[in-house]
């Protein structure tokens, strides 16, 4: 039983689920400040919540020392242009074109992991998995329909432009992440520095690009929205990248969980908010994502064998 509960595939299902009750928290915050100040402040609190954590600061100190570029590169790409460019889009891009584009994050690591890496290579049989898991993607999507925010042509290209950017920096990002395990850099330390280093930026930037800032004098809504969102942040990255530095375990294989990042947030959906009830298209997605997974796991099953 403990040996399962330790298992790449619990893990992975386990981070996806604490990924897949962030929109609601990101709705309830964002009605008090703005994006890039609230995502900022978030992952700042979410790398202080993981530091007493680690294991040995004195062997981070001597990491982050040592290794600095890498730290800071990962903060770069899995925080700040990731969530830069993901919270500038969806203020461009609304509905199901939004969930589409991130929903098939999985096939755009599986491509930068297959130009990127020599041992993950993007085979016909996986491409199938992820083509199959989009479809799920679409399906539960297009309940909410395809709108653009009354924006000209311009905008919305380029609000799919930074979205799909966003799935690049995020794939660059596990990449990073994973190639850095011969580095033998502790996994916690690491998701709890860039996490740090990545807000202060995102939150930085906000000064200049946002609105002024105006404190932190808002209701109980706010700060509860806030401490969930920077909980669940600090253990899903800390869970995704001790997985991601597990010997044998390919970027884009641990990726195709992501999938089940909508089905879990359609739950949610129906089950907090009163009007939120499934139809046919959301439950034929979630067939096709649930097939997508199956064939992964089977696939596995007979490498293995």
Known sequence: MISKLKSTTFLAILACLLWSTAFVGIKIGLEYTTPMQFAGTRFFLSGLMILPLVASWKRLWKDLKTHFPVFLKIAFFQTFVLYTLFYQGINLVEGATTAIIIGSQPLFTALVAHVTMKNDLLTMRKFRTIAIGIVGIVLVALEKGLSF????????????GMLVLANIASGYGNVLVSKQSDLNISPVGLSSVQLIMGGA???????????????????WPYYASLFWLSFLSAAAFSLWFTLLNRPGVKVSDLNIWKFIIPVFGAFFSWLIIPDEVPSVLQISGMLFIGLSLVLYNLQNRKKRL
């Open 149 to 160: 925010s009354g924006n000209t042509l311009f905008g919305q290209l380029a609000g799919i």
């Open 201 to 219: 930026a995102l939150f930085g930037v906000s000064l200049l690009v946002e609105q002024p800032f105006r404190g932190f004098a808002f209701e």
